[in-house]
Every structure is written in structure tokens, then in C-alpha cells.
């Protein structure tokens, strides 16, 4: 059983735990970057990495597709989908990893699916977004559509601040992403699912409004409610994702919770510390379930 993580740096905490994981199954893993794929049309083989056939593969998993031009974003993606056709199990799907890493569309399909979600504007124009953030009552998130981690997310409150800001956002040609920003005790619940459950969760607890552990927040332990963990699990399903972290914040003004968004390549190193459950192990038994 031959199975290929997608990966740019082979000593990533992440990569190393899967890869542990598939030996300790039995399985063949190889570690490729995405922008290493060779594709042939009418020769074989017609996926390979450094002379190495990948269409073979009884599955992958992909752990990062790395930014670039649009050119070199489309086929990576491309690539991806035509492994699936060609039989390999891909994880997450393509599909799912689209609409997931574009934040308007996961607001959309969220929306459509009946799961709560912030009050949201996207548009080109600065005149729009101007109305938007009046409209959101003066305090909102601006977020780039495409992006991760919480890099580039910037809370604006102050009008003359918010003409500032997009009019250097209309300077580069930007698109305006607009969101409600949500009063959360600076603390947020990051749900893992893998399928159809919750294998994990925590609290994410910051000195500031952002919390991801990127940016400073800390994991503590944290016990799932059942309406967040059906909720989260539907969120997957309507976004098409096998695996994800679902972002979960609660009102601090009321009983009120907004799924914000979901992450197509989570990592899960801050989840682990709080739980005892090998991640990493429940990431590839669901994978080899789906291709044995």
C-alpha cells in the first residue's frame, strides 16, 4: 500500500507523526512537494515527482499546497484533481480544499447549510465596503479571501482607520472581505473532525481578540457540546472536507456561537498537548478505511 503525503518540509512535526503512523500500519509513504508533480498527457506515467510514479499511489494526503502565481495555483490544484480521477484517493478532496481556502465561498456554502455564521460583505468597490463596515456597526474584521493562520487579519473600529485601510486595499487591487466582528472573551473552540465525528477539541485562549496558536493563543482542554459537535461535523459535509478544524466562536454577549471558518490542511500540534489520543493515528485509519 503506497501512500504520499503532500509536503514541503519532510521534517514538519505534522509529516513526521504521519509518517510514523503509516509504518506503524504497514504502509509505503513518501513525502512530495505539489510543485515537484510532473503531469503527461497521452505518455505515461501521468503523475510523477522526481522520476517517481505517483499515479500508482493508493492514496494521498495533502498537508500543504504553498501559494504563487494563479498559473502555477490552478495547476497544482489541477493535478490534484486528475490523481482523483485516476483512482487515487486524495485527502482532503480537491473539491473541498477550494472552497474551504476561499473564505467568501465557506461563508456562502455555511449560509446555504443553515449553520450560523458572522455577517459578512465582499466586494471590489471602497465606496461598498465603506457602507459595509457602517452597516456592521463600526467594528468589523477585514480579512484577505485567501489565507491562513490569522496572518493578515486586521480588526478595524475606527471609520477614519477603515478609509485608510481600504483605500490601500483598493491600491493593490484587493478584494474587500468584510465580517461582523464577534465580542469572544478573546477565546475561541477549534472542533478536529475526521468524517462523520469530533476526535478532538479545545479552547484557544489569547491576550488579544485573535487566537490562533500562531499568534500567541493557548490550547487548554475542552469538552465538546453535542449541538457544537453536530454542528461541526455538518459544517465538514457542506464544505466537502474528510478532515478539517472547525473554528467555533461563542458571543459574549449571548448564548449565540458562529462557525467562522474551516482549515483543509489543520494542524493539530496544539490540539494534541490537551488530548491523549494519537491525532495522527485517527488521520490515517480513516484514510486506509477508505481505500482498503
Same mark, same amino acid.
Given at each position: 500500500?503506497?501512500?504520499g503525503?503532500?509536503?514541503?518540509?519532510?521534517?514538519?512535526?505534522?509529516?513526521?507523526? @504521519?509518517?510514523?503512523?503509516?509504518?506503524?500500519?504497514?504502509?509505503?509513504?513518501?513525502?512530495?512537494?505539489?510543485?515537484?508533480l510532473?503531469?503527461?498527457?497521452?505518455?505515461?506515467?501521468?503523475?510523477?515527482?522526481?522520476?517517481? !510514479?505517483?499515479?500508482?499511489?493508493?492514496?494521498?494526503?495533502?498537508?500543504?499546497?504553498p501559494g504563487?502565481s494563479?498559473?502555477?495555483?490552478?495547476?497544482?490544484?489541477?493535478?490534484?484533481?486528475?490523481?482523483?480521477?485516476?483512482?487515487?484517493?486524495?485527502? +482532503?478532496?480537491?473539491?473541498?480544499?477550494?472552497?474551504?481556502?476561499?473564505? &467568501?465561498?465557506?461563508?456562502?456554502?455555511?449560509?446555504?447549510?443553515?449553520?450560523?455564521?458572522?455577517?459578512?460583505v465582499?466586494?471590489?468597490?471602497?465606496?461598498?465596503?465603506?457602507?459595509?463596515?457602517?452597516?456592521?456597526?463600526?467594528?468589523?474584521?477585514?480579512?484577505?479571501?485567501?489565507?491562513?493562520?490569522?496572518?493578515?487579519?486586521?480588526?478595524? +473600529?475606527?471609520?477614519?482607520?477603515? &478609509?485608510?485601510?481600504?483605500?490601500?486595499?483598493?491600491m493593490?487591487? $484587493?478584494?474587500?472581505?468584510?465580517?461582523?466582528?464577534?465580542?469572544?472573551?478573546?477565546?475561541?473552540?477549534?472542533?478536529?473532525?475526521?468524517?462523520?465525528?469530533?476526535?478532538?477539541?479545545? @479552547?484557544?485562549?489569547?491576550?488579544?481578540?485573535?487566537?490562533?496558536?500562531?499568534?500567541?493563543?493557548?490550547?487548554?482542554?475542552?469538552?465538546?457540546e453535542?449541538?457544537?459537535?453536530?454542528? $461541526?461535523?455538518?459544517? $465538514?459535509? !457542506?464544505?466537502?472536507?474528510?478532515?478539517?478544524?472547525?473554528?467555533?466562536?461563542?458571543?459574549?454577549?449571548?448564548?449565540?456561537?458562529?462557525?467562522?471558518?474551516? +482549515?483543509?490542511?489543520?494542524?493539530?500540534?496544539?490540539?494534541?498537548?490537551?488530548?491523549?489520543?494519537?491525532?495522527s493515528?485517527?488521520?490515517?485509519d480513516?484514510? @486506509? +478505511?477508505?481505500?482498503?
Amino acid at each position: 500500500m503506497k501512500v504520499g503525503i503532500v509536503a514541503s518540509e519532510r521534517e514538519e512535526w505534522h509529516i513526521q507523526r @504521519l509518517l510514523e503512523s503509516l509504518k506503524r500500519r504497514g504502509a509505503e509513504a513518501y513525502v512530495f512537494p505539489v510543485t515537484r508533480l510532473l503531469s503527461k498527457v497521452g505518455a505515461k506515467p501521468r503523475a510523477s515527482v522526481k522520476g517517481h !510514479a505517483v499515479d500508482d499511489f493508493d492514496a494521498v494526503i495533502v498537508r500543504k499546497v504553498p501559494g504563487g502565481s494563479a498559473e502555477q495555483v490552478f495547476y497544482r490544484m489541477d493535478a490534484l484533481h486528475r490523481l482523483e480521477e485516476m483512482g487515487v484517493y486524495v485527502m +482532503n478532496p480537491p473539491d473541498g480544499i477550494e472552497r474551504s481556502v476561499d473564505k &467568501y465561498y465557506t461563508s456562502a456554502l455555511l449560509e446555504s447549510a443553515g449553520i450560523p455564521t458572522p455577517k459578512t460583505v465582499v466586494t471590489e468597490k471602497f465606496n461598498e465596503a465603506m457602507e459595509a463596515f457602517s452597516d456592521l456597526d463600526g467594528d468589523v474584521v477585514v480579512k484577505p479571501l485567501f489565507g491562513s493562520l490569522g496572518f493578515g487579519m486586521t480588526r478595524v +473600529n475606527d471609520e477614519d482607520i477603515a &478609509y485608510r485601510v481600504f483605500r490601500t486595499l483598493e491600491m493593490i487591487g $484587493s478584494v474587500y472581505y468584510i465580517q461582523e466582528y464577534i465580542p469572544h472573551r478573546n477565546e475561541d473552540i477549534r472542533a478536529f473532525v475526521i468524517g462523520d465525528k469530533v476526535v478532538a477539541s479545545m @479552547l484557544r485562549k489569547a491576550e488579544r481578540w485573535k487566537t490562533n496558536i500562531s499568534s500567541g493563543g493557548e490550547a487548554k482542554p475542552y469538552r465538546l457540546e453535542e449541538k457544537l459537535a453536530e454542528v $461541526s461535523v455538518r459544517a $465538514s459535509e !457542506a464544505v466537502g472536507l474528510e478532515y478539517t478544524g472547525v473554528d467555533i466562536l461563542k458571543s459574549e454577549r449571548s448564548d449565540d456561537f458562529y462557525v467562522i471558518e474551516l +482549515n483543509s490542511t489543520p494542524g493539530w500540534e496544539g490540539l494534541q498537548s490537551v488530548t491523549e489520543k494519537s491525532i495522527s493515528d485517527q488521520v490515517v485509519d480513516h484514510l @486506509l +478505511n477508505k481505500i482498503r
